[in-house]
């Protein structure tokens, strides 16, 4: 099967004047619809850029609402009436809501307290119900989780943090409070131009009231992890859970910052916005990789046998990582467009691998030289080679490239030393293989294959 993609069209002013149903789906529950401003922010801010810099890009795209998280891949396309979408990728997971009282009826919970606080989380009013505990003292300007000794949830999530990044409703968060234990609710607040203010809410006196036990010496250990070994596969998705959400919020509002979209700043802030966002996103991707670790190395661990075309996933890797060769002046001699390499493998196992690939050629690649992509064929196998004019990798090196934590010799903050390890699994995962071919002094083609699919 073709891999789908969803289209849209956004004119001169920043209207959404055509929208495949997904995309006008997304936008009516964003609360606009067809010529009217794209009510998503992560998407118009891509947008904008893109128009800003008068050349296509590719980004993933990250969206939520109260029915779904949505997960993609999207390319825009300027041009002079506005510019063109092209969402690939599309993956949906449903978002539960469990019913509970409404936030502001505070009346109908009489041991609870009325909290609101700032857009960083910082206390600014709290009010007690009638048959509620008494409020600490010196409560004015702490912050939520001074407050509030926040627990994770029984899959080591924090709710409060989860809607912080999302800037939306939570419920659930379970906390300690002056030696009781509560649970909070909130909603996400917003100023008249839409811009998110912080949160208000109820903290309800849990029904089963225990005082909170102090740790014992021997198990002084983040609550978010438990007392799990890092051999137990729940340690991977508690990781992910507790600091995804507040990781790409950093990295999305370093990146606002950075990129200046609301307005102008001092050079140097705008550096310094930029060099967070580049650690946020360096963390992140070690997140990625510890949960990816735990995934392939399950047992039974298996691959989705999608109809793929290499020569397009090549493309698109290229679309995404384009401005990051730009940067060092690589320029990236990618397939044709008409060079179609049919395949079988899980669509976007391949384009994380082939990610890994291009952004390690990047890396380690000097300024100003060439990066090229092939696709061709050998007998049952269809391959894809990233090659690039680095210093090389030595028979030794070569030897260990594909084991865990290793780096290629480099000490630098590049990579965690897992990418090349999970790729040659995810390759091995789908039937295929992942090879090297390298001297000192001659560059590096890493090798792709898979089975080949007739057409």
């Known amino acids: 099967m073709s891999e789908r993609i969803i289209r849209g069209r956004i004119d001169r002013s920043g209207a959404l004047v055509s929208a495949d149903a997904p995309l006008l789906r997304l936008q009516q529950r964003a609360g606009a619809g067809l010529d009217k401003p794209l009510a998503?922010?992560?998407?118009?801010?891509?947008?904008?850029?893109?128009?800003?810099?008068?050349?296509?890009?590719?980004?993933?795209?990250?969206?939520?609402d109260d029915h779904s998280d949505i997960h993609a891949l999207v390319r825009i396309i300027p041009d002079a009436e506005g510019a063109s979408l092209e969402i690939s990728d599309w993956r949906t997971r449903p978002v539960t809501q469990p019913q509970v009282p409404a936030i502001a009826d505070s009346t109908a919970v009489p041991q609870s307290w009325t909290w609101?606080?700032?857009q960083h989380l910082r206390i600014v009013a709290l009010r007690a119900a009638a048959e509620a505990p008494p409020i600490p003292e010196s409560w004015e300007a702490r912050s939520l989780s001074e407050l509030f000794e926040l627990q994770p949830d029984e899959d080591g999530r924090f709710p409060v943090l989860r809607a912080l990044a999302r800037q939306s409703r939570f419920d659930g968060q379970r906390v300690q409070a002056g030696g009781r234990a509560m649970t909070l609710s909130g909603e996400a607040l917003f100023d008249a131009t839409g811009r998110f203010t912080g949160f208000r809410g109820l903290a309800v006196v849990a029904e089963a009231e225990s005082p909170a036990e102090p740790p014992s010496s021997a198990t002084l250990i983040d609550p978010a992890f438990g007392s799990l070994p890092l051999s137990d596969p729940q340690f991977g998705r508690r990781?992910?859970?507790?600091?995804?959400?507040?990781?790409?919020?950093?990295i999305a509002t370093a990146e606002?910052?950075?990129g200046q979209f609301d307005g102008p700043i001092r050079a140097d802030y705008a550096r310094y916005a930029g060099d967070i966002a580049h650690a946020g996103r360096h963390l992140l991707g070690l997140v990625d990789d510890l949960a990816d670790l735990q995934n392939i190395e399950r047992p039974g661990f298996k691959a989705a046998q999608d109809e793929i075309d290499l020569g397009d996933l090549a493309r698109r890797a290229v679309g995404l990582l384009g401005m990051k060769a730009e940067e060092k002046g690589i320029r990236i001699d990618a397939p044709r467009t008409d060079d179609q390499m049919p395949a079988t493998g899980e669509f976007r196992r391949v384009l994380q691998v082939l990610l890994n690939l291009l952004g390690n050629a990047i890396r380690y690649s000097p300024e100003n030289s060439l990066i090229w992509i092939r696709v061709n064929r050998e007998g049952d196998r269809a391959m894809v080679t990233v090659a690039d004019q680095g210093q090389g990798i030595d028979a030794e090196q070569q030897a260990v490239v594909f084991e865990k934590f290793e780096r290629l010799g480099r000490t630098d903050s590049g990579g965690s030393g897992l990418g090349l390890y999970i790729a040659r699994r995810l390759a091995r995962a789908m039937d295929g293989e992942l090879t090297v071919d390298s001297a000192p002094g001659q560059g590096a083609r890493f090798t792709l294959s898979l089975p080949a699919r007739e057409v």
């Open 40 to 64: 998503l922010p992560h998407l118009a801010r891509l947008v904008t850029l893109a128009q800003r810099l008068n050349r296509d890009i590719s980004r993933p795209l990250h969206a939520a």
């Open 256 to 258: 606002t910052i950075s």
């Open 116 to 118: 609101e606080c700032d």
């Open 239 to 250: 990781i992910d859970g507790a600091l995804r959400g507040p990781l790409s919020r950093i």
